[in-house]
């Protein structure tokens, strides 16, 4: 049976617009910990084959990433790692060269680990074709051992503009069970300002073929925050999505960072909600989710109480990685592609970002390692703290400490000190030993985060981040 934390017992976002405004400033996600900005090239290839023959004494489970960079047109707010052509013959040599990398890493892992998890993001995956995609997910059922247990996720990120009936149908014969469709707004006005334009009954189609071919759980990502977006055609979006009942929302926050998304230049300042503006859209999204009978995951993730999600963050199982929030925690994440990280044992390692390098390491036959790290016992720690703060909203202090043979008092001394800002705003309490985000601080999980990240008070070269809203 499912148990509530305290923390978890509401799960609902207590939506304060003064607060929020306040406490917002820019932070990490928490994807990892430490952050890919402290990634370094001191580790390469001997590294993270000395992290495969270590982890696999463990034998976790492993978790596979594919990261698809190719779109068929830019979406001007995308800050993700993409190459945008028409060329649909590309995939063809990527698939290849992802199976060639499969062939380099998957004999270093004990044959007995099976993949319970496999994520395909982008860029737009569904820019492969049908055929592309099943040579794909075939070969790598062939270099890897796929689990066939009832709870394996198998998930795709879904352009809608960009596929079919029948490549979905494909999708739910390759296994796959869970879909992430782009939404973002159904405002026409909005959508020509960001050059994504998609009809309702369209990508609502794409939902509901989801649902007819197996992919049982469906996520929609939205945005609040895009340039012309009002709280009335805001709302029209919500509601015509919400009448869907997809098992999970995305309701992200643009990040407005045109020195570093070359795209974003194309979105005028002027033509961006203003900050209070911008509040009062999430403000609404939050309202509308919570009537509608969703669970506040944490960051920007809403699901349905009966939805894998929101069961796993009730039973204490809820897991954060690169791919998001997860209902697999003992897993070794394996990335494959230009960009994709991995987690294995102790370390993290990232590919190449640029196409042409990770495409080199490739055809000399070399683990494709741009950058990683190998985590000491701080970072263990602080890594179990943050992501149990950032799933749960809590954190047993003295527990932890027992784990890691500190006294947790002591150890983090200067971060409970930074801690009581918050606390001083009723966001999170000390309390018996437990750091907690109290109901009003559930949103600003990454603030709370933050006062135990040891290198966000290092000198060095500085990282530019979203914002916490």
């Given at each position: ?254 990040a407005h960072l045109p020195n570093l998304f070359k795209a974003q230049r194309q979105i005028p300042d002027a033509s961006l909600p203003s900050p209070e503006q ?73 590919n190449p970002r640029d196409l042409p390098g990770w495409e080199s390491a490739v055809d000399s036959g070399r683990l494709p390692v741009w950058r990683g790290l ?96």
């Amino acid at each position: 049976m499912d148990t509530l934390s305290p923390a978890a017992a509401g799960l609902a976002w207590h939506f304060d617009p003064e607060l929020l405004r306040r406490h917002d400033r820019p932070g990490p996600r928490y994807t990892s910990y430490p952050t890919a900005p402290h990634f370094h090239d001191g580790f390469g290839e001997h590294g993270l084959r000395a992290a495969i023959a270590d982890s696999n004494a463990q034998a976790l489970p492993l978790s596979l990433y594919v990261h698809v960079p190719y779109c068929s047109s830019p979406c001007f707010y995308c800050g993700c790692n993409r190459v945008i052509t028409r060329d649909h013959g590309k995939g063809i040599a990527y698939v290849a060269r992802v199976l060639s990398e499969a062939d380099l890493i998957a004999p270093l892992f004990d044959p007995s680990r099976e993949v319970i998890q496999l994520h395909l993001g982008g860029g737009t995956p569904n820019f492969l074709a049908r055929a592309q995609m099943r040579e794909l997910i075939d070969g790598l059922r062939h270099r890897f051992s796929f689990s066939s247990a009832a709870d394996r996720d198998f998930s795709i990120e879904l352009d809608p503009r960009f596929v079919s009936r029948d490549d979905i149908a494909e999708l739910g014969a390759l296994g796959f069970n869970r879909a992430s469709l782009g939404i973002q707004d159904f405002d026409p006005v909005v959508q020509r300002a960001i050059n994504r334009e998609q009809g309702v009954e369209a990508t609502l189609d794409v939902l509901r073929a989801c649902r007819e071919h197996g992919l049982s759980s469906v996520n929609v990502d939205l945005i609040y925050g895009l340039p012309h977006q009002t709280l009335d055609g805001f709302a029209r979006t919500l509601e015509t999505v919400l009448r869907e009942r997809p098992d999970r929302l995305a309701i992200y926050g643009y990040a407005h960072l045109p020195n570093l998304f070359k795209a974003q230049r194309q979105i005028p300042d002027a033509s961006l909600p203003s900050p209070e503006q911008k509040l009062a859209l999430l403000g609404l999204a939050v309202r509308r989710l919570s009537l509608a009978g969703y669970q506040y995951i944490g960051m920007d993730h809403f699901a349905l109480p009966g939805e894998n999600l929101a069961r796993a963050q009730r039973a204490g199982q809820l897991h954060r990685n690169f791919m998001g929030y997860t209902t697999h925690a003992q897993t070794d994440l394996v990335g494959l592609g230009a960009s994709a990280i991995s987690r294995i044992g102790s370390s993290y390692s990232q590919n190449p970002r640029d196409l042409p390098g990770w495409e080199s390491a490739v055809d000399s036959g070399r683990l494709p390692v741009w950058r990683g790290l190998t985590l000491d016992a701080d970072d263990e720690l602080r890594a179990e703290l943050i992501n149990q703060l950032m799933c749960q909203g809590e954190v047993n202090g003295r527990a932890l400490g027992a784990r890691h043979g500190v006294d947790f008092d002591q150890y983090f001394a200067d971060a409970l000190v930074s801690l009581s800002a918050l606390q001083a705003d009723g966001l999170a309490e000390y309390r018996d030993g437990t750091v907690r985000a109290t109901e009003r601080g559930r949103p600003l999980l990454r603030l709370l985060a933050m006062c135990f990240d040891r290198y966000l008070a290092q000198p060095e070269q500085p990282v530019r981040y979203s914002r916490a809203i």
